[in-house]
């Protein structure tokens, strides 16, 4: 089974701090993926990358960035964290290529709540 | 914008019983996809449905895809309270590479 986890469950930042957000999948999908998911807004997609240190802009990009350094990792991060970027993010992965397939897997999601 | 909406927003239904939820699109996708998320958790993958099928089965799950009304349903049979979740519709649109683009979902309450 595709297991894609992510660093933290609860995450508790203040305004003006740097936020790292982790995830990591254990199945050499090409395709990665960060949501953020807001009551009544749905899942909104944030960065994605098809390939290592390739990288697209989503839908609300907008201080945000991303990293992807290796295959397996893809980092989120706020550079300078803002209250309204409390929300639960969640992280997902999809095989590309010859066998791909457009089913994403997703991590648990981080909770993140900026004071 | 939502490319998906899912009608009803919340659903509440007796043990047994089955739930529909709809779903509504706007422009040509190549799949269509439901997705099951439990309270405070990641989401999980359903059932695809391609565009150029009408139906699906997947145990208690049926989907079915209408792309002339751009729309989708989807019905669970005797649902249970472990059913109790929000589901979700997502589609990748023709020509739009792996992208998934997320409805608001349905919150489904099953009582005993």
């Known amino acids: 089974d595709v297991k894609v986890t992510q660093s933290s469950r609860y995450l508790v930042k203040r305004t003006g701090e740097k936020v790292f957000l982790e995830c990591v999948q254990d199945m050499d999908h090409e395709n990665m993926f960060w949501y953020r998911q807001d009551p009544g807004l749905g899942l909104r997609l944030i960065y994605f990358?098809?390939?290592?240190?390739?990288?697209e802009k989503g839908d609300i990009p907008e201080g945000y960035s991303v990293s992807r350094e290796k295959k397996e990792r893809f980092s989120l991060i706020l550079e300078s964290a803002s209250t309204n970027q409390t929300s639960m993010y969640l992280c997902?992965?999809?095989?590309?290529?010859?066998?791909?397939?457009?089913?994403?897997?997703f991590g648990p999601g981080t909770r993140l709540t900026v004071l | 914008s939502q490319q998906g909406e899912e009608d009803p927003q919340a659903l509440s239904i007796q043990e047994g019983e089955n739930a529909t939820m709809n779903c509504s699109y706007k422009t040509s996708i190549n799949n269509l996809q439901w997705y099951r998320q439990n309270s405070g958790r990641g989401l999980v993958h359903l059932i695809l449905?391609?565009?150029?099928?009408r139906e699906k089965h997947s145990g208690r799950l049926r989907v079915t895809l209408d792309t002339s009304k751009k729309s989708s349903s989807l019905l669970i049979t005797a649902s249970r309270a472990a059913d109790t979740a929000s589901y979700f519709c997502a589609t990748v649109p023709t020509g739009g590479g792996n992208k998934l683009t997320f409805g608001t979902g349905t919150q489904l309450k099953v009582e005993l």
């Open positions: 997902a992965s999809s095989l590309s290529g010859l066998v791909r397939t457009d089913t994403q897997y």
């Open positions: 449905i391609r565009s150029n099928e």
């Open positions: 990358s098809y390939d290592v240190k390739m990288k």
